[in-house]
């Protein structure tokens, strides 16, 4: 058998054996099975190892391992380098390889949103938008990586500042703004906080008289996409902006994972889409 994990802690929430096996028996992928592990911090290494020896094929890695992992590994690509984030590993020529999916997860969920703006290759999705992003975690680097590649003025905001400041020190493109204030002028906000995984936990931030004039176009978004619907996205419906949660990202990352390990680029259809609901 051919065997893969996601790794994390906590992990029995996690969907990715939903999805990556689905694809492995649509591919016909039949000696392959996904599973899901928690682990300890103490047990990265052997995870690690369990690839080395060819136990393991590939693996996913969740919070809070992303960065954790990096000192274990032989190599990583470009993004996973610059955003300190890993979620996908591999063996590639005797070297364990870490990358990063969320980030393109991240960018083909912008570029799919805006596909106006990409008449020409040469288009950066997100020139001109003020986006602001709520939170400094684990995998807000990976975030601030597109809306920085992509053109976009960013606003970051996170409770503990210093986080935040940060980041600033790799991305030239921020604004760092204290919890709790925000920009005057603003396309999307983005959460990127743990705030709304558990249900009726909110973002302590008041956006009801947010950007009267443009109301209708601001768009909120929510990495979080189990629950389907935060706090923070329902209020933002009701006030009648536009939401989206991270369910095309999650997609997405997942996708060009599975594209890594098995040289298949599968596809999202509205049953693998559905299998999330
Ligand atoms: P880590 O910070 O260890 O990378 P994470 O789950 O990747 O963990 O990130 C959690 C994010 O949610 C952080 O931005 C965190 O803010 P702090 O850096 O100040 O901890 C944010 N967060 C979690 N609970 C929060 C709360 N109750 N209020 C504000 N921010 C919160």
């Excluded at 919070?63 to 992992?69: D, M, N, S």
């Amino acid at each position: 058998m051919k065997k893969y994990l996601v790794i994390g802690n906590p992990i029995e929430h996690s969907q990715s054996p939903l999805i990556h096996n689905h694809w492995m028996k649509k591919y016909c992928l039949f000696d392959s099975i996904y599973e899901k592990r928690k682990v300890e911090e103490r047990n990265l290494k052997n995870i690690v190892k369990e690839i080395r020896d060819n136990e393991i094929v590939g693996v996913n890695v969740t919070v809070p391992f992303k960065k954790l992992i990096i000192p274990f590994l032989d190599k990583l690509d470009s993004t996973a380098k610059k955003t300190e984030s890993v979620n996908t590993l591999f063996k590639v020529k005797n070297k364990i390889v870490g990358y990063n999916t969320d980030e393109p997860g991240f960018a083909l969920t912008m570029r799919e949103l805006f596909p106006d703006a990409n008449n020409s290759l040469m288009q950066k999705t997100l020139r001109g938008k003020n986006i602001f992003v709520l939170g400094a975690g684990g995998v807000t680097s990976s975030i601030i990586h597109t809306l920085e590649n992509e053109g976009a003025k960013i606003f970051l905001s996170n409770r503990t500042k210093k986080k935040a400041e940060e980041l600033k020190k790799k991305y030239t493109e921020i604004k760092v703004l204290d919890w709790g204030k925000r920009p005057s002028i603003c396309d999307i906000v983005i959460n990127t906080t743990s705030i709304g995984l558990t249900k009726d936990e909110e973002i302590k931030i008041d956006f009801s008289d947010y950007d009267k004039n443009f109301h209708k176009n601001l768009l909120f978004y929510d990495l979080i996409y189990n629950p389907k619907e935060t706090v923070f996205l329902k209020k933002a419906r009701l006030r009648g902006n536009k939401t989206m949660n991270g369910k095309m990202m999650f997609l997405n990352q997942a996708k060009y994972a599975f594209n890594i390990w098995t040289n298949i680029m599968p596809e999202i259809d509205d049953e693998v889409i559905k299998l999330l609901d």
